[in-house]
């Protein structure tokens, strides 16, 4: 039995950990406390005075920041953050929460885990590349399309937080993204190298395919030369976008077909990554398509960027794609906010319907408005009466205005507050009463049934009929109703396609 | 899509010297070196082994295959013989002018290969040695890395080949293991965070040292 070390916090805070290492990365060696339920990270070589400043305040006034303040808890599971400090020895060392079971490998890779990665931490590059997810994982592993949507979620609305905080990651990468598809579940980790700007600098310009061009183009200046540009808020939107578009589409946006030096492979992977970054599915250039002749079988049909175009993902996210890789690409001040991602991502949620192939790997998609909607991911049609809600919200009295926000109509799609008064949002600051579900919609005798379980104000508006509490009303086209009085409240507009 | 395969050639001295222990240690080191790659998903993306072995031949023991699909049984060594080393390296330019695939305008080509080279010796054909490694120069590669490994080995062979050259004391399972870890961290290191001064080359681990 190895054998316990108690010390304690620079705050005071009696720690213990097994003196056994875990697990080892390039900076720090990591020990788990007896209980497993934190771990303590000794840094191999001593961190300069800045680098212990901002770990202490990563540790004290950030902390505080995030999680002394009304609903704070919320962030425990989006962020793996440093609590304390330790000193040992001439060691300087960091306590951190252990990561819930979750993000671990419950199954592994296929064959009785050929791999050996049962038990290991899930690295989102496992999922964030076709052939890994074909060949290697196994199904059980991978999740659904819907959950992967929410991983995004959740990461969108991590960095928002960092980002508001005055923050910024400086590596955000799926090394130091903890996703869980199987759940829907995102952490970030690795949170001591954060960047204070004008107070604490980047120690690492980031990792490979997240380092945003400007960063690439001027590695090759000293970190004092004024055209350096290295990791601040607006790398982190490049690589926010990145690892969007990755678990969304299982490809790499800048990584297509493109040879921009014959001879050098890194300078061609430096003009690729940097001055000459070019999106793979750019409108108009269509010169860094991927090749999809050289794709491996296990890539397809994700490397077939007309089978499965980033327009798949709706019309909330498309738009954003555009703006983060082609006009932001290049134009860091254009790049899409965390906050824009994490909108656009909620709303997408509601536009998603289940595929009617039980044996369609996604299982989601977003619907294409069309009057024959269709699985891109494999093919299938959807067959039977398909409602869509449009919604609109009142400005004034009696005047509403669209929301440009759908919600598709499944059995068991539930109905919630954010969906009845545009005034609320659906992040971390909803109270438990406002995450209870208001309503449900259910398919009976080739009928579509809205039932209401909380809503006082639901009235049909077509016939002035109002639905009491425990009543239902039949979906029909072009019927509306109002969900909820006053400001923000909602009105529906129901279109029914046939399929 | 455009993955670019990672082409990785290790050299191992299988002469008499190698008989025993050694390489047994060597067996379990490259062993417990392609389990722990095929655990990184960059590695298995892209990376693509071959093992050339020399002792008084050299052959290609595993022609380059993807890291997911290597397969080999134990290594063996000869009774007693000499060491051609200078055979290896003019196998392992053949090798890489064959193996790896050069840029066109229309394909991306293999990143630069990685060399590693071990023997507990020196070279015996020391004239065929010297005439490879302006050869080996002119070849692109990402970087060579030598190990002389126990007390015989000769590092001023190795040094005129390239200047990382690490030495191992000690022969046993640890030190090789110790080796095949450095390895695989270097093989690795593309996927992880660069510092802003200059990518990061993981240090040796302890049981080697490294000669300047």
Known sequence: MAKIVKCQTLAGQAIEYVDEIIGSGAMKDVYFSPDKSYVVALYKARPDSQARERLKSITTTYW??????PGGDYWKNLFCWPEGIIERNGLIGIVAPAY??????EHGSRNNDILAIKGKEKE???????????????????????????????????????????????????????????????????????????KYPPDVVGTPDFIAPEVVMTS????????????????????????????LLYRHPLRGGKVHDVDDEQRDEALGMGEKALFIEHPSDMSNRIRVEDARPTELPWADTSQIPYTITGPYLS?????????????????PSANDWETALVKTVDLVQPCQNSACPQKWYVFDNSIKPRCPFCGTLHKGKLPVLNLYSSRKEGNFRPDNHRLMVWTGQSLFLWHVNSRIAPNEKLTSDQKKRVGYFVF?????????????????VSTKTPIPIGGRMELTDGLQFLLAKGDGGRLVVVQMVEG | ????????????????????EPIHSVNVGLQAMLSALRQDPYALESVHFSIITFDVQA??????????????????????????????????????????????????????????????????????????????????????????????????????????????????????????????????????????????????????????
């Open chain 1, 64 to 69: 505080d920041r995030l999680f002394n303040e």
């Open chain 1, 220 to 247: 090759h200046l000293s970190r004092d030369d004024r055209g350096r540009k290295l990791p601040r808020r607006e790398t982190d939107q490049h690589a926010l976008a990145a690892l969007i578009y990755m678990y």
């Open chain 1, 444 to 460: 009976h005798h080739d009928a579509w049934w809205l039932v209401n379980e909380r809503l006082p104000d639901l009235i049909d």
């Open chain 2, 59 to 212: 052959r290609v023991y595993l022609p380059l295959t993807p890291l997911d699909q290597v397969r080999f049984a134990d290594i063996d060594v000869p009774q007693g013989g000499a060491t051609f080393m200078g055979a290896a390296l003019k196998l392992l330019i053949e090798c890489v002018d064959r193996d790896v695939r050069k840029s066109t305008v229309n394909t991306k080509g293999d990143w630069r290969p990685l060399v590693f080279l071990m023997t507990d010796g020196s070279p015996s054909d020391l004239y065929a040695f010297r005439e490879a490694i302006p050869e080996l120069k002119n070849r692109n590669f990402a970087s060579i890395l030598a190990c002389a490994a126990g007390p015989k080995a000769r590092q001023q062979h190795l040094l005129e080949l390239t200047d990382r050259v690490v030495t191992m004391d000690t022969m046993d399972a640890a030190a090789f293991s110790g080796f095949f870890k450095w390895v695989s961290a270097s093989v690795a290191v593309g996927s992880t965070s660069a510092g802003v001064s200059g990518a990061l080359s993981p240090p040796p681990p302890p049981e080697v040292q490294l000669v300047l």
């Open chain 1, 124 to 198: 989102g590059k496992w999922f964030a590349a076709a052939n890994l997810r074909n060949r290697f994982m196994d199904r059980r592993e991978l999740g659904d399309w819907l959950n992967h949507l929410r991983m995004c979620v959740l990461l969108a609305r991590a960095v928002k937080k960092m980002h508001m905080m005055g923050l910024a990651h400086s590596d955000l990468s799926y090394k130091n993204v903890l996703v869980d598809p199987t759940q829907g579940h995102a952490c970030v980790i690795d949170i001591d190298g954060l960047v204070v700007p004008g």
């Open chain 1, 100 to 105: 819930p079971k979750h993000f671990f490998f």
């Open chain 2, 1 to 20: 899509m455009s993955i670019r395969r990672l082409p990785v050639y290790i050299l191992l001295d299988t002469s008499g010297s190698m008989r025993g």
């Open chain 1, 319 to 335: 738009p954003l794609f555009l703006q983060a890789f082609v006009g932001g690409l290049h134009d860091p001040g254009l790049r």
